[in-house]
């Protein structure tokens, strides 16, 4: 267990040494764009590794070209904002956004030529499983009959060309949609020849690769479309046919303090996002020059920068999530079944277990999200004693039971009130919806404070108990969607402490009025009022606290880093000798290791089998250790924009497994990744045996453990109560 005892380099610097080094050069800190880029690098090498299950490589690959879609439509869409308003502010790293955007561009088409690489090398890898991708010039008869049959049935009626000619003006080309562009002529007139665009149905239409009978042999649907267009252009010679494909910015957010409706305008945003500028092109490697320019003109592009080539592989690698589910169980990852959490595993109500016990960690996906947080709706819902429930919603999903335990509660005679984020980049639609549900089911629906994202985790109950009125909550890391619970790395509390309670009140009756009155938090840090100065004030007091005999210790393991004050305030508690491990997912601007500056730092990455989104903020605090866990990253965005919870974790068992999680990742040579002084990510390897086990896979093996000495215990075995040190 790391300790503050055990860092090396505690000693504090010279005064005179520390003080030349002047934190506003813009080389202290790293782009957030590049760095974004280098984490994505970092997924792709799991699809390199040879270490990781076929098939899992093959996702990673998919999750490599979904990241960059979105990238292009948030990221690039943004700089591309900023350019078209002739803004020249530089970031605090020194670049201008048409500076950020051609460094972007060169490690994007760096990154898609790797991934091209190993694309065709895990096709080959997976032929040896006789799991095929094929082109027709593999099919025989039989395959070609077939697949004939299937397009005139199934793929012909659900499509349109559309010519492009003076008569028929260039035609609208959706977002992320997969297009041909043919070049065909009549017979007999060599000298005319004219251009058709023909949109191939995937996505909710169609499934990109179509499975032939029996086997795992699949044909990409551009390929049977290709193949088959004598169908859709009877007598029509077709010169040529080259695929493209176009992302458009998402970035359509409006000033809704202007807003009279919320809901109509975001439901516009939608609605306009279609029609949003288009900032990339993607062509197949063999799209010949003019054609190439004339779709760039006819789109807006510059088709030297904006166009990327695709080379001779497939367009649209995120459709390989199509594959990843091919059951063959030796191609995959080892099954895993979260494990319900021991201590409420024996417990018939959840409140008076709370009650009894003060606080309970949940750990996700590693135990079970229905059992912990969707049981604690349903309790509320169906408990006479529950008079209120009141939460936030960001994201959830279809088969996450959050929505129907809301309904539940409402029509069992509950005050319900929730909070919905309309504002959820990429699933305002599915809000938008959830809203009107519960809303009709007599649910107090609002959208947050104007101004504001709530991005928040929270849920408040509010039960008559035997002594009166009484507070419960939960409080996590992760969205209250049963999907990423599975997938994500993330932590909730469930706790009756009533500070933690009047909090919550208080934080509700700001989000559902907007009022914003000097408000008293006891122990609850939300954003943007509390947060960030509490973050910024306990790195100070780590300093100040900080000594030889007595070294300072700041640990965060989170999402992102990219808020300047906070990086500038770690460099402080650095340059005077404190500790500092940061465990980032993906942007950082922190560099470690500056000599004089940051030697005591380090930042760590984790890329493996779960998505890291866990939020953990630790502080030595000369011994009397502080740690709190939460909704918000270290981004200006989440500390002054967005309405977020963060809280204090108390209680010996909590924090030892809060301290096995934040211990086990920084010791992690099979799936960490360590930053050097020039912002370079270098992959640690294992040394040993003990070190091929990754941080996730301890998770996994603890939450065993757990299980274990429960059952133990209740079988009699053990007469010692297994919900202490190591159960919580």
Not at 325 to 344: A, K, R, S, W
Not at 362 to 368: A, F, K, R, W
Not at 563 to 581: C, H, K, M, P
Request: aromatic share 8%; hydrophobic share 35%.
């Amino acid at each position: 267990m790391l300790s503050p005892e055990s860092s090396e380099s505690t000693e504090p610097r010279d005064a005179d040494d520390a003080a030349a080094i002047d934190l506003k050069d813009p080389s202290l800190y790293l782009n957030r764009e590049l760095t974004w880029l280098a984490f994505n690098r970092r997924v792709l090498a799991e699809a390199e590794d040879a270490r990781n299950p076929l098939l899992e490589r093959v996702k990673f690959l998919a999750i490599v070209s979904s990241n960059l879609d979105e990238f292009f439509m948030k990221r690039i869409g943004g700089l591309k904002q900023q350019l078209g308003a002739g803004m020249l502010k530089k970031t605090v790293d020194g670049r201008t956004p048409r500076e950020q955007i051609t460094e972007c561009y060169e490690l994007v088409r760096e990154q898609e030529r790797i991934q091209q690489g190993v694309f065709r090398n895990l096709r080959a890898a997976l032929s040896e499983h006789d799991i095929e991708i094929l082109q027709y010039s593999q099919l025989n008869r039989d395959d070609l009959d077939f697949l004939r049959a299937h397009f005139h049935d199934n793929i012909f009626p659900l499509i349109t060309p559309q010519s492009i000619d003076p008569a028929h003006p260039f035609p609208f080309i959706s977002n992320l949609s997969l297009n041909f562009i043919v070049q065909v002529r009549f017979p007999n007139q060599e000298d005319h020849t004219s251009l058709a665009r023909i949109k191939v149905p995937t996505g909710d239409s169609l499934p990109r690769f179509i499975q032939l009978p029996g086997r795992n042999h699949y044909v990409p649907l551009e390929e049977v479309m290709r193949n088959n267009l004598d169908m859709l252009l009877p007598e029509m010679e077709v010169i040529s046919e080259h695929m493209f494909r176009v992302t458009r910015n998402s970035n359509t957010e409006r000033n809704e303090e202007h807003a009279d409706d919320l809901l109509s305008m975001i439901e516009s945003e939608l609605r306009e996002r279609r029609f949003a500028p288009i900032v990339r092109m993607q062509v197949e490697g063999d799209t010949d020059d003019t054609l190439r320019g004339m779709l760039a003109a006819e789109l807006g592009l510059d088709e030297h920068a904006d166009v990327f080539d695709a080379g001779g592989d497939m367009l649209a690698m995120r459709d390989l999530f199509q594959l990843v589910g091919i059951d063959e169980p030796e191609l995959h990852d080892e099954p895993f079944q979260p494990f319900d959490n021991p201590l409420l595993k024996g417990s018939s109500n959840l409140f008076h277990l709370i009650r009894e016990r003060g606080a309970i960690l949940l750990q996700h996906p590693y135990e079970s999200f229905g059992t912990s947080v969707e049981r604690f709706l349903k309790e509320a819902a169906h408990d006479p004693k529950v008079r209120a429930i009141k939460m936030t919603l960001y994201r959830t999903s279809s088969d996450t039971q959050v929505i129907d335990n809301l309904v539940r509660a409402a029509r069992n005679g509950k005050q319900v009130a929730v909070v919905v984020e309309l504002k959820a980049r990429f699933d305002e639609a599915a809000n938008i919806r959830w809203a009107a549900r519960m809303e009709e089911a007599g649910i107090h629906v609002t959208y947050g404070v104007v101004g504001l994202k709530t991005h928040s985790k929270i849920v408040l109950v509010v039960r008559n108990d035997y002594n009166g009125l009484k507070r419960y909550l939960h409080i996590g890391t992760g969205n209250y969607h049963a999907g990423t619970a599975r997938l994500y790395s993330d932590l909730g509390i469930l706790t009756n402490d009533q500070d933690l309670g009047r909090d919550a009140t208080e934080l509700f009756n700001y989000l559902t009025t907007g009022y914003t009155p000097e408000r008293y938090y006891r122990k609850l840090l939300p954003a943007p009022k509390v947060l960030k100065a509490a973050l910024l004030a306990r790195i100070e007091r780590e300093r100040k606290l900080h000594s030889a005999e007595k070294p300072g210790l700041i640990q965060f393991k989170m999402n992102a880093l990219e808020d300047v004050d906070i990086t500038r305030a770690l460099y402080e508690a650095t340059r005077d000798g404190v500790r500092v491990d940061l465990i980032v997912r993906d942007t950082c601007r922190f560099r470690p290791g500056i000599p004089g500056l940051s030697d005591t730092g380090r930042v760590i990455s984790i890329v493996g089998r779960f998505l890291e989104h866990t939020r953990i903020y630790y502080f030595h605090n000369g011994g009397d250790e502080e740690y709190f866990i939460g909704s918000a990253d270290c981004m200006k965005r989440n500390l002054e924009s967005r309405v977020e919870v963060v809280t204090p974790v108390d209680g010996e068992g909590l924090c030892e497994e809060l301290r096995f999680m934040i211990d086990s990742q920084l010791a992690d040579f099979r799936n960490g990744w360590e930053m050097d002084a020039d912002g370079v990510y270098t992959r640690r390897m294992p040394r040993n045996d003990d070190e091929e086990i990754d941080a996730q896979q301890r998770m996994i093996e603890r939450a065993k453990q757990r299980e274990r000495q429960a059952k133990q215990y209740q079988r009699g075995k053990s007469r010692r109560p297994v919900a202490g040190r190591n159960l919580r």
